[in-house]
């Protein structure tokens, strides 16, 4: 595995594998890998020649009351795991180089529109923008033929999909299902935050997303009422405050006047000061 930091040198080795006709997979991170992370690098090198993987926490993202100064890291143990998930090449920007200007910023930004006002997005200003403008860029520094996601971070997948339609990227967004602990908790860089007992609580969310599910399949057509119980299942289970349940269609991630296809059910929740995200999909079930 190669370490690089600069985004030139980064270029000059990946031109040289795409000289060779090499493919390249392309696994963004802010670090701190779990096997969430390294089950995408897993992903992409089994159907690329070369596997990239990026870390970088990246400040557009995150607004000023959040955990940009405090987000776990661990580089030493991020590069063994990553060695043994097969990646070839680690790109390991700092922030200046990245952002050079004074501000450390980048004066153009992406937005995706209507995908990113909603859900994660009106609550976290800028949030999206942040995440669509360094994907860009990353995509631009890389110029993968693959880049991959995984689920649990459902609208920031949608955003990503749309944004490489829109502006004609050269890249396939492969989606990847998400990862879970023994309990069903989606694995999250933040679960570090939490203590075991805390962990084995917060598993509440997806248990109650999947018992959300099961309605709609047995068919509940009503997403408020989807939303209803899927809200009061987990507030009577665990001490949470629950940001928002979302039944949405997964393409629009608009709620549909009733359930007739494919939905997804979006949840963020705050636990143990701790904000969790998970989703989960389900069709209703057709009787002919
Ligand atoms: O999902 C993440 O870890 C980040 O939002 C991403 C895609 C690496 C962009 O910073």
């Not at 989807?226 to 001490?239: L, M, T, V, W």
Request: charged share 20%; proline share 4%; net charge negative.
């Amino acid at each position: 595995l190669e370490t690089i930091n600069s985004i030139k040198d980064l270029k000059v080795a990946l031109s040289a594998e795409r000289a060779r006709a090499n493919t390249i997979g392309f696994v963004p991170t802010m670090g701190y890998l779990h096997e969430g992370h390294t089950s995408l690098i897993s992903n992409a090198r089994k159907t690329n020649d070369i596997v990239i993987t990026s870390i970088f926490v990246n400040p557009l993202q995150f607004s000023e009351n959040e955990d940009l100064n405090t987000y776990p890291s661990d580089i030493e143990a991020d590069t063994t795991k990553a060695i043994n998930a097969g990646c070839d090449f680690l790109f390991t920007p700092s922030v200046s180089q990245m952002y050079p200007s004074e501000q450390h910023t980048s004066k153009t930004k992406i937005n995706v529109s209507d995908l990113a006002k909603s859900w994660e997005g009106s609550l976290r200003p800028g949030h999206f923008e942040g995440v669509a403008t360094v994907v860009n860029k990353l995509l631009n520094i890389v110029g993968p033929c693959s880049v991959y996601f995984g689920e649990k971070d459902f609208q920031q997948l949608q955003i990503v999909k749309q944004m490489v339609s829109d502006l004609s990227i050269d890249a396939s967004v492969i989606q990847c299902e998400t990862i879970r602990d023994r309990n069903g908790l989606a694995l999250s860089s933040r679960n570090s935050y939490l203590d075991a007992a805390q962990k084995q609580q917060a598993s509440v969310l997806y248990q109650s997303l999947q018992a959300a599910a099961k309605l709609v399949e047995i068919g509940e057509s009503d997403p408020s009422t989807i939303e209803e119980f899927c809200r009061n299942r987990i507030i009577s289970k665990i001490d949470a405050s629950v940001d928002y349940i979302g039944v949405v269609d997964p393409k629009t991630l608009q709620v549909p006047d009733k359930i007739v296809d494919e939905v997804r059910i979006l949840a963020a929740i705050n636990f143990a000061d701790v904000r969790l995200l998970d989703n989960i999909g389900c069709s209703p079930c057709v009787t002919k």
